[in-house]
């Protein structure tokens, strides 16, 4: 099966420092990505929506500069969340689409705290 | 606004007992349906349904789709204590990029 890798699995940051969180799909090429966050005992919630070679799509009330997506490549797309703040600690999450089935294969996911 | 609806939220069974959980949804187009099962990190792939009626198995699991009524179930037979994660119901909205949109999740608690 196809395999999404996700780097790093947990960070613990400051409170105004920037994190980069990475997803690589590993076998396959993904043109496109998507990027979830969810929180304790909630579902996965879409923030972006990453499109190779273009500007990111965010969902309604994800903030653009706060949470920058880049997918530089078929295989890398990677979320920095940009001064980051006790309200963003949550568990990330990326998914990859190889086309065709519209079967998204996930990363393990990225739990982030800001102390 | 496109909508995934789960119930029940949560669920605490017994080893050996059947669960039925559903799915409804409302959305403006339609390409599939996907069951998840999320443990401690992400959620692995159990199901995609595409055609109405068609039941998929997997084992004690199965799932069916109804489209005439925008929903589906998942059925677990002969529950054990594995079975205990969440379960996400989630629907392809888009067939170019594959974007999802998920429900809330049922969480199940299977006990012993």
């Known amino acids: 099966g196809a395999v999404v890798s996700q780097h790093p699995s947990w960070v613990i940051c400051k409170s105004g420092t920037s994190v980069k969180i990475e997803c690589r799909s590993l076998?396959?090429?993904?043109?496109?990505m998507f990027w979830y966050r969810q929180f304790p005992k909630q579902s996965l919630m879409l923030m972006a929506t990453?499109?190779?070679?273009?500007?990111?799509?965010?969902e309604q009330g994800v903030e653009k500069d706060k949470f920058l997506i880049n997918h530089a490549s078929l295989t890398l797309s990677t979320l920095t969340v940009t001064s980051a703040h006790p309200e963003d600690s949550s568990f990330y999450i990326c998914?990859?689409?190889?086309?065709?089935?519209?079967?998204?294969?996930f990363g393990s996911g990225t739990q982030l705290s800001v102390l | 606004e496109d909508k995934v609806v789960q119930s029940p939220l949560s669920l605490v069974v017994h080893e050996g007992d059947t669960v039925t959980l559903n799915c409804s949804y409302e959305?403006?187009?339609?390409?599939?349906l996907l069951w998840y099962k999320q443990e401690k990190k992400a959620p692995t792939f159990l199901f995609m349904l595409t055609s109405s009626g068609i039941e998929k198995k997997s084992g004690r699991l199965s799932s069916i789709l109804d489209k005439k009524e925008l929903s589906s179930i998942l059925n677990i037979t002969a529950t054990q204590t594995g079975d205990s994660a969440i379960y996400l119901c989630?629907?392809?909205?888009?067939?170019?990029?594959?974007?999802?949109?998920f429900g809330q999740g049922t969480t199940l608690q299977v006990k012993p």
């Open positions: 998914s990859a689409s190889r086309g065709g089935d519209e079967k998204l294969f």
């Open positions: 990453s499109n190779e070679g273009s500007k990111a799509t965010y």
């Open positions: 076998d396959f090429q993904a043109t496109t």
């Open positions: 959305v403006t187009n339609f390409r599939s």
């Open positions: 989630a629907v392809v909205v888009s067939s170019n990029t594959g974007k999802l949109i």
